[in-house]
């Protein structure tokens, strides 16, 4: 028994360092998922993230050495994890708080101010258990190097399991709230466990006080509760009704943006201008080739594949969508049937793709992009060429833009990086506007055969529809704009999109 003592006593500093800095990598990770539907995920928000974390580790260890030689005792130690666990339950009701304290902010200080304020301080709080419990356990100098290089390996250990533990498996389980909370719980187990924090009257009770308040107004002001319908390991997804072009409509967000508007009677209803362009593409290829095989990259709302399944009901339709909680809320709430013809894979496009039968697609269309976030090996010069290999000899490839059409980077780059794999790419939109600079959703087609307005005009009446939206851009418009500026070719070891796309980012925002 006491040999059993002996060894749970030698364990304990490195359980504590283990379970504090585990604790707080999980905030970390799921700062990112808070933020989400408030701000999005871009470069910004990981980077403030980041930077604002490290920050708070920085100088939590600093104080803590600090604190470590003036109050050695493991009542120091209690009091610091007890006050880690009011800090971290803090950051559920502060998430309202600071986004409307910081509103009308500029968007780039919004972010930093906003991470700050959620996530600055229980960082700094964590970022002193490790100088205390390294100054508690330090018995002879002789031997100092020896103690400090186990403990922080420890404390290293469990901030690497605390980032697999909560991006693999916590917030999908869990979901955020509850992952937060329990943070904030096991911080004050530890604190009353290891930490002798009962010595401590003043600061125990009046730290006790505030955690019960701040657990009080959470559940009282609802900030337990997520925003998301669904939080799945990628987004925070929602769904909810409206009406809209004289129906009622169901508009799927993922994190924060609005990424589709479904008619759940109508397979046929499109909102976004490039669906449109989609649409009259896929029945140009369907007219030529009936029935169609079909490769979507990206599922979201289903709405393309849910009108080919409907206006071309022979055809094969397959969905790369990487996140199966997209698909299953596409299912629950947005009409894509259960026993639809829809093949949905759960992977991502690139590694689903290494599986796929060369030449045997006739049309295949990307919508996995937008100005918020953009998947950047689906933008290279080797992706292409994997399209294209899985192209028959007149397919076609069409891909969703969102960019500006003279000052943007990223669709010049998306257009010479694909011209350099399809002897023909056209640049669509709804209409003639090609010398407008707003933010627009263009439409990138790549082929091995020539395509005109006319043939697609045609191909279109013949299936009765008299009357198409896309427009080609011009061709000597066409060659001027590709030529203005030196565009690079994205490639797997060059892919700068999110400075490309970082303009359109701040001034969406």
Same mark, same amino acid.
């Given at each position: 028994m006491n040999v059993l003592v002996r060894v749970l006593t030698s364990l304990r500093p490195y359980l504590i360092v283990f379970t504090a800095s585990a604790c707080g990598l999980i905030i970390e990770i799921v700062a990112g998922r808070i933020l989400a539907p408030v701000i999005g995920v871009s470069l910004y928000t990981w980077t403030s993230i980041i930077g604002v974390v490290l920050a708070g580790i920085s100088i939590g260890n600093y104080v803590g050495g600090r604190i470590a030689d003036r109050f050695p005792s493991t009542t120091t130690l209690g009091v610091i994890l007890l006050a880690g666990g009011v800090a971290s339950a803090g950051i559920l009701p502060l998430v309202d708080l600071a986004s409307d304290a910081f509103k009308h902010v500029p968007v780039l200080p919004r972010i930093v101010l906003l991470t700050a304020a959620l996530f600055f301080v229980p960082s700094l709080?964590?970022?002193? /258990?490790? %100088?205390?419990?390294?100054?508690?356990?330090?018995?002879?100098?002789?031997?100092?190097?020896?103690?400090?290089?186990?403990?922080?390996?420890?404390?290293?250990?469990?901030?690497?399991?605390? !980032?697999?533990?909560?991006?693999?498996? @916590?917030?999908? &389980? &869990?979901?955020?709230?509850?992952? /937060? @909370?329990?943070?904030?719980? /096991?911080?004050?187990? $530890?604190?009353?466990?290891? *930490?002798?924090?009962?010595?401590?009257?003043?600061?125990?009770?009046? &730290?006790?006080?505030?955690?019960?308040?701040?657990?009080?107004?959470?559940?009282?002001? #609802?900030?337990?509760?997520?925003?998301?319908?669904?939080?799945?390991?990628?987004?925070?997804?929602?769904?909810?009704?409206?009406?809209?072009?004289?129906?009622?409509?169901?508009? &799927?967000?993922? #994190?924060?943006?609005?990424?589709?508007?479904?008619? /759940?009677?109508? %397979?046929?209803?499109?909102?976004?201008?490039?669906?449109?362009v989609f649409a009259d593409l896929a029945t140009f290829v369907g007219a030529r080739e009936p029935p169609m095989n079909v490769l979507f990259i990206g599922g979201g709302g289903y709405t393309m594949p849910r009108f080919l399944e409907t206006a071309y009901p022979n055809s094969t339709l397959q969905v790369?969508?990487?996140?199966?909680?997209?698909?299953?809320?596409?299912?629950?709430?947005? *009409? @894509?049937?259960?026993?639809?013809?829809?093949?949905?894979?759960?992977?991502?496009?690139?590694?689903?793709?290494?599986?796929?039968? %060369?030449?045997?697609? #006739?049309?295949? $269309?990307?919508?996995?992009?937008?100005?918020?976030?953009? %998947?950047?090996?689906? !933008?290279?010069?080797?992706?292409?060429?994997?399209?294209?290999?899985?192209?028959?000899?007149?397919?076609?490839?069409?891909?969703?833009?969102? #960019?500006? $059409?003279?000052?943007?980077?990223?669709?010049?780059?998306?257009?010479?990086?694909m011209r350099q794999v399809f002897p023909y790419v056209y640049v669509l939109r709804d209409n003639d506007l090609w010398a407008s600079n707003d933010r627009y959703m263009f439409v990138v087609v790549g082929s091995r055969l020539p395509l005109s307005h006319e043939s697609i005009a045609i191909a279109n009446l013949m299936e009765g529809k008299p009357l198409v939206v896309l427009r080609f851009m011009p061709s000597e418009s066409f060659r001027r704009w590709s030529t203005a500026e030196t565009a690079v070719v994205l490639t797997d070891d060059f892919v700068p999109v999110d400075g490309m796309l970082a303009p359109l980012f701040l001034e969406s925002r």
């Open positions: 709080i964590l970022g002193m /258990v490790t %100088p205390v419990v390294i100054k508690l356990n330090l018995r002879d100098l002789a031997h100092a190097g020896n103690v400090v290089g186990k403990i922080y390996a420890v404390s290293t250990a469990g901030s690497i399991f605390g !980032t697999f533990i909560t991006g693999f498996v @916590l917030i999908q &389980l &869990l979901g955020t709230r509850s992952v /937060v @909370l329990i943070v904030s719980l /096991v911080l004050v187990a $530890m604190a009353f466990a290891f *930490g002798s924090v009962w010595r401590a009257r003043l600061p125990g009770i009046g &730290l006790s006080a505030i955690l019960a308040g701040v657990i009080s107004f959470s559940v009282l002001s #609802d900030a337990l509760d997520s925003p998301c319908q669904v939080e799945s390991n990628y987004f925070c997804i929602k769904v909810r009704a409206t009406d809209l072009d004289d129906r009622e409509v169901r508009v &799927l967000s993922l #994190d924060a943006l609005v990424h589709s508007y479904v008619d /759940v009677d109508d %397979p046929t209803y499109m909102r976004y201008s490039y669906e449109k790369a969508e990487i996140d199966p909680e997209v698909t299953r809320v596409a299912i629950e709430y947005l *009409g @894509l049937g259960r026993n639809s013809r829809i093949v949905t894979h759960n992977e991502d496009a690139r590694t689903l793709m290494q599986g796929l039968a %060369p030449g045997t697609f #006739d049309l295949i $269309m990307g919508d996995a992009f937008n100005d918020v976030s953009v %998947p950047y090996h689906l !933008t290279t010069l080797e992706f292409n060429r994997s399209v294209r290999d899985l192209l028959t000899e007149d397919g076609v490839y069409a891909v969703n833009i969102v #960019d500006k $059409m003279h000052s943007g980077k990223f669709l010049r780059a998306f257009e010479k990086t």
